[in-house]
């Protein structure tokens, strides 16, 4: 499975995750759900980095879209606030992204070489 599809699953694991927390507060029975979320997206974190995935690209995305989704899903199924000020936010978030997967494609940092022990003096 490629990378942006193991992105994409555990987005939908911590969304799902953190939606169900919330639920959880009037049903205990949602902890469950919660703690399988969870634990499910930082698994497939972890796989995507095994990839050779930029950490820092790879959280962005992560966090920006489970902030989005997250607000956008608990106005549609919890009645939470919605503002425009929210929305411009959420956009701000997405940009921010944006810059830094631009600036890691345009980094030209090389692939780590070896096991990490040679000595950079």
Request: charged letters at 5%; a negative charge.
């Given at each position: 499975m490629n990378k942006w599809?193991?992105?994409?699953l555990a987005v939908i694991g911590e969304v799902s995750a953190t939606l169900a927390l919330r639920a959880a507060s009037d049903h205990p029975g949602?902890?469950?759900?919660?703690a399988a979320g969870y634990i499910g997206a930082f698994v497939l974190l972890a796989a995507i980095l095994r990839t050779g995935a930029s950490i820092g690209v790879v959280y962005g995305i992560w966090a920006a879209c489970g902030v989005a989704l997250t607000a956008v899903l608990a106005y549609v199924l919890f009645g939470d606030p919605l503002t425009w000020v929210m929305a411009a936010g959420i956009a701000l978030v997405a940009a921010g992204v944006m810059i830094?997967?631009?600036?890691?494609?345009?980094?030209g940092h090389p692939a780590p070489a070896?096991?990490?022990t040679e000595d950079h003096r």
């Open positions: 599809a193991l992105l994409t949602w902890f469950a759900l919660t830094v997967e631009t600036g890691s494609t345009h980094a070896g096991n990490g």
